[in-house]
């Protein structure tokens, strides 16, 4: 996942859903951590499925950052979305398998344009 985020190294990346922190240690290594003060991030790498894609991290996603986040219910797939000047570009990936994500932003149902 942080391979398919072309990060680099002065990039702010939001981490949703640190579970064991493995991932936080190796964006630890290769960016700067970002935090709700300091968006809009550069990136942002969600390891817990929400339903549909929430619009409350898409709007935290700077103009030219990028966003991977594993989508659905019961079965569940990579997407990797892209902020543009006009809009939101969405690539789905791989079939994936993560822990659902809980919250507010779990009830959330918009997608990106």
Not at 27 to 39: C, D, H
Not at 54 to 72: A, E, H
Not at 89 to 94: A, T, V
Not at 101 to 111: D, I, L, R
Request: aromatic share 4%.
């Amino acid at each position: 996942m942080s391979e398919a985020l072309n990060l680099l190294h002065g990039d702010r990346v939001l981490e949703i859903g640190t579970g064991s922190g493995y991932q936080t240690a190796i964006l630890a290594e290769l960016v700067r951590k970002g935090w709700n003060e300091k968006s809009p991030f550069d990136a942002i790498i969600v390891t817990a499925a929400p339903p549909t894609v929430p619009q409350s991290l898409m709007n935290q996603v700077k103009v030219g950052g990028r966003m991977i986040i594993p989508v659905g219910e019961t079965s569940q797939r990579l997407v990797i979305i892209r902020r543009t000047a006009n809009g939101y570009e969405q690539e789905n990936s791989l079939l994936v398998a993560f822990v659902p994500m809980t919250g507010k932003s779990k009830k959330q149902k918009e997608k990106p344009d």
